[in-house]
């Protein structure tokens, strides 16, 4: 059982490390939220939520919808904790109900702290993609870094607040913040 976790974290590990070292020459092929929508459901897959009697595996964009097809052609093939995938997309605060992945594109930067306020303390992994969202209250936030390869930071203190738990394998790759 030991060795089948370490095999098994090791091959996801250099599996997210290949992604992280091709995502620059994979542009030409693959766009920026194509790589995004699937980590996104690897942070569904490895983060662990309270108990829920939902039907399906939420997960929701706010504002304007950065990944065209891509959230809805990766949910249509997949499950998430034995659950089906939804895809909602909102463009309020007050649409904001039973979902598991909260994504803020970039559009809603100025909207972060009201995001904030209306999921904090709730389990709802709020994810975003702009420079120090997570030290304003995001749990995981995407960037590109110096050589334009897209990586993670992850917020411990801010799950913590949400109770979700995150697995080792994601507090790995990702930058901790705090």
């Known amino acids: 059982m030991y060795l089948e976790k370490k095999i098994n974290k090791i ?39 309270p108990k829920y009697d939902d039907d399906y595996f939420i997960i929701t964009v706010i504002g304007k919808n950065p990944f065209a097809d891509s959230l809805k052609k990766v949910a249509s093939s997949k499950t998430m904790k034995e659950k089906k995938i939804k895809i909602n997309y909102i463009n309020s605060l007050t649409e904001i109900k039973n979902t598991h992945i909260l994504f803020v594109p970039k559009t809603e930067k100025k909207s972060l702290n009201s995001i ?63």
């Open 11 to 49: 091959i996801f590990v250099i599996c997210l490390l290949s992604l992280f070292l091709k995502s620059s020459e994979l542009y030409g092929q693959i766009n920026e939220y194509e790589i995004k929508a699937s980590f996104l459901f690897k942070f569904g897959k490895y983060t662990e939520w």
């Open 116 to 178: 904030v306020n209306a999921t904090q303390n709730k389990p709802i992994l709020l994810v975003t993609e702009f420079c120090d969202a997570a030290v304003q209250g995001a749990h995981i936030n995407f960037y590109l870094n110096d050589e334009n390869k897209i990586r993670f930071e992850i917020s411990k203190k801010n799950l913590k607040k949400s109770n979700l738990k995150v697995s080792s394998l994601l507090l790995d790759i990702g930058t901790e913040v705090d």
